[in-house]
């Protein structure tokens, strides 16, 4: 009976992480600004890639996939600022829960992904949810002329571009969210103040 449970609560956890950190940072700075989450991003980016190269220890995928989760958390976080005074609503909570939904599906994709044995691996514009990120990503590298040392089998350093890659699609996801939330919510209050009042 309990079994069946676990699931549907880790998701509801996981959906809340983006309240439960803004809310923290709200504590630190209201209105929170930009380089806050962004800079909490980068150093949980770098804690991450300390982590996935680091010797094999118990609990290491655990951990990898918490700090998966808690980037793509500040990926979610990091836009709204731009954006919370034209939505105007007093709590984030709906649409944090729906982009955050959104970036763990494009997670759950990449988790998906699977390699050949002992073959180069793919490029990113084939496998990132947003081709024209993995497609920059792949001419970045291609101008750089180090497609040998990222894509050659056993790269150390081809997953690291990947989260790179999935954090900056959340991120462009998160704030074309927010835009048309608040388009929609300001389109809204400045129909209400149009009409006349009521007799």
């Not at 700075?29 to 991450?48: E, I, K, M, N, Q």
Request: hydrophobic fraction near 55%; aromatic fraction near 18%.
């Amino acid at each position: 009976m309990y079994e069946e449970l676990i699931y549907p609560a880790a998701f509801l956890f996981l959906t809340i992480i983006p309240l439960l950190m803004y809310m923290g940072l709200k504590k630190i700075a209201d209105p929170v600004p930009v380089w806050l989450p962004a800079s909490l991003a980068l150093a949980t980016f770098g804690l991450l890639v300390l982590v996935k190269n680091l010797a094999s220890f118990n609990g290491q995928a655990t951990l990898d996939i918490l700090l998966l989760f808690l980037l793509m958390a500040l990926a979610v976080i990091t836009p709204y600022s731009v954006f919370e005074k034209k939505i105007g609503v007093p709590t984030p909570a709906l649409f944090f829960f729906l982009v955050y939904f959104i970036a763990l599906f494009f997670s759950l994709m990449i988790f998906l992904h699977e390699g050949y044995e002992g073959r180069p691996y793919d490029h990113y514009s084939t496998i990132l949810p947003f081709f024209y990120v993995g497609a920059a990503l792949d001419s970045v590298i291609q101008f750089l002329n180090c497609g040998d040392a990222v894509y050659s089998f056993g790269s150390r350093i081809y997953d690291d571009i990947e989260i790179a890659g999935l954090y900056l699609e959340v991120i462009i996801v998160s704030g074309l969210s927010y835009a048309v939330f608040g388009y929609l919510f300001s389109w809204g209050r400045n129909r209400s103040s149009r009409q006349p009042p009521t007799q």
